[in-house]
């Protein structure tokens, strides 16, 4: 689904990632671990093309994304991304910033969008939350309306980055449970987080990062209980 062949990035001299080889298969849980500054946030940026890498080459879901005649727009359609900060339209109600995508993106007809919002929203937990205006929802569930907005856009891949680091640690829970149970149902996810927890339970994968490299790649159980690297060993002693 997923293939990163040598990418390289820079911005301007700054060489953020460097010769990145990952491959993600179909329905993976991929959890992307490493201190700050180490280029999580950028790698996962390119694969929807926020950002464009220098070199090597990026296949998405069998369109290769840093090609000129790749249709941008069709590439994110099929990728939901879910950010730190829940960045939803506060002057729009809930169900409105779920529908907006389907009906301005993929043309679907009002009733069809509100009808497939109410089911992801359900989904999330929180369906009498529809007529509410963000501000009126705790950041739990703001990042849980952000998680439904992403999946009312049917995509092949969801992005994480950090989606619960602005959240009270009350809050964090809700939020992983929802992931835990979209990871159950076979999505493919890429998720930079913080919280080992859900690493250790959820992903088929972790992939540790530092200074723009993929220092180690493996199964959790290998991972938490002895990673290979002496940088992994560092970093997983700060976290846990
Ligand atoms: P992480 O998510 O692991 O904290 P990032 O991918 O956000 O790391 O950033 C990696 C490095 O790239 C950092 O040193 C950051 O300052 C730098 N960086 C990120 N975005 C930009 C940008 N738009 N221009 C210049 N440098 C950037
Ligand atoms: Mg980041």
Redesign the pocket.
Same mark, same amino acid.
């Given at each position: 689904m997923i293939h990163f062949k040598r990418v390289n990035k820079h911005? $301007?001299r700054?060489h953020?990632l460097k010769d990145i080889e990952l491959d993600i298969g179909e329905g993976e849980v991929v959890v992307v671990v490493?201190?700050?500054?180490? $280029?999580?946030?950028?790698?996962l940026?390119c694969i929807n093309r926020l950002?464009t890498i220098t070199d090597g080459e990026l296949n998405v879901g069998g369109v290769t994304v840093n090609d000129k005649a790749t249709d941008i727009n069709k590439l994110r359609r099929k990728i939901g991304m879910v950010f730190q900060h829940f960045n939803l339209y506060p002057h729009m109600k809930v169900i409105d910033n779920i529908t907006l995508a389907p009906i301005k993106a993929l043309g679907l007809p009002e009733k069809e969008a509100k009808e497939t919002a109410m089911y992801y929203l359900e989904k999330v937990g929180i369906p009498e939350k529809a007529d509410a205006f963000p501000s009126q929802l705790s950041g739990g569930q703001q990042q849980r309306v952000a998680i439904a907005r992403g999946l009312a856009m049917k995509p092949d891949i969801m992005l994480f980055?950090e989606p619960t680091s602005a959240l009270d640690p009350e809050m964090i829970g809700e939020v992983l449970d929802v992931m835990k149970s979209l990871a159950h149902e076979g999505m493919t996810m890429v998720v930079?987080t913080h919280e080992m927890g859900f690493a250790r339970e959820v992903a088929n994968r972790i992939v540790f990062?530092d200074q723009?490299k993929i220092i180690e790649e493996a199964e959790p159980a290998d991972f938490f209980a002895q990673p290979k690297e002496e940088r992994a060993r560092l970093f997983l002693s700060r976290v846990i």
């Amino acid at each position: 689904m997923i293939h990163f062949k040598r990418v390289n990035k820079h911005f $301007g001299r700054f060489h953020v990632l460097k010769d990145i080889e990952l491959d993600i298969g179909e329905g993976e849980v991929v959890v992307v671990v490493g201190p700050s500054g180490s $280029g999580k946030s950028t790698l996962l940026r390119c694969i929807n093309r926020l950002e464009t890498i220098t070199d090597g080459e990026l296949n998405v879901g069998g369109v290769t994304v840093n090609d000129k005649a790749t249709d941008i727009n069709k590439l994110r359609r099929k990728i939901g991304m879910v950010f730190q900060h829940f960045n939803l339209y506060p002057h729009m109600k809930v169900i409105d910033n779920i529908t907006l995508a389907p009906i301005k993106a993929l043309g679907l007809p009002e009733k069809e969008a509100k009808e497939t919002a109410m089911y992801y929203l359900e989904k999330v937990g929180i369906p009498e939350k529809a007529d509410a205006f963000p501000s009126q929802l705790s950041g739990g569930q703001q990042q849980r309306v952000a998680i439904a907005r992403g999946l009312a856009m049917k995509p092949d891949i969801m992005l994480f980055d950090e989606p619960t680091s602005a959240l009270d640690p009350e809050m964090i829970g809700e939020v992983l449970d929802v992931m835990k149970s979209l990871a159950h149902e076979g999505m493919t996810m890429v998720v930079v987080t913080h919280e080992m927890g859900f690493a250790r339970e959820v992903a088929n994968r972790i992939v540790f990062m530092d200074q723009g490299k993929i220092i180690e790649e493996a199964e959790p159980a290998d991972f938490f209980a002895q990673p290979k690297e002496e940088r992994a060993r560092l970093f997983l002693s700060r976290v846990i």
